[in-house]
């Protein structure tokens, strides 16, 4: 498996169940963290239900939704989700702890139960750290220590 539990390269193993385990990257990390979701789940009271749990246990663990829905424009390719996710977290070890939480454990069951279609697919992506320049790290580089030089 890969760092953030996805196969490694070779390795021609899927999960269509979604038990993976997430094992989280290396400490240290200060740049924000993305969830992102694709998934084609039921509409309805379920639905609306599940809504609502997730998300008082993503912001009780520091999450913050950006996207959530399935208004969006395809284009490029042919890529058509029916629905993305998409959920700020302070790192990606946060993604991962998150992940990995009961909260989120118990509730993936019922996201999974109202899955129709293709089976759902997550990701957990270290995002951009701007400085308070608004520049990022590699506008600005690195010292000898491996702290970011913001210019």
């Not at 959920?87 to 139960?113: G, H, T």
Request: a neutral charge; proline letters at 8%.
């Amino acid at each position: 498996m890969g760092r953030l539990g996805r196969p490694a390269a070779g390795d021609r193993s899927r999960c269509r169940s979604g038990s993976h385990t997430l094992t989280p990257p290396e400490k240290g990390n200060t740049m924000p963290g993305y969830f992102v979701i694709e998934l084609d789940v039921e509409d309805g009271p379920s639905l609306a239900e599940y809504e609502r749990e997730v998300t008082e246990h993503v912001v009780a663990a520091g999450g913050k939704f950006l996207v959530r829905g399935n208004d969006f424009q395809p284009i490029e390719g042919d890529w058509n989700p029916k629905r993305i996710i998409i959920i700020e977290f302070p790192s990606v070890e946060d993604v991962v702890k998150y992940y990995n939480s009961e909260p989120n454990q118990r509730l993936k069951k019922k996201r999974l139960a109202g899955t129709v279609g293709k089976p759902a697919k997550a990701i957990a992506i270290k995002g951009v750290s701007y400085g308070p320049d608004g520049k990022t790290p590699a506008e600005g580089g690195l010292d000898e220590t491996g702290a970011v030089i913001w210019r």
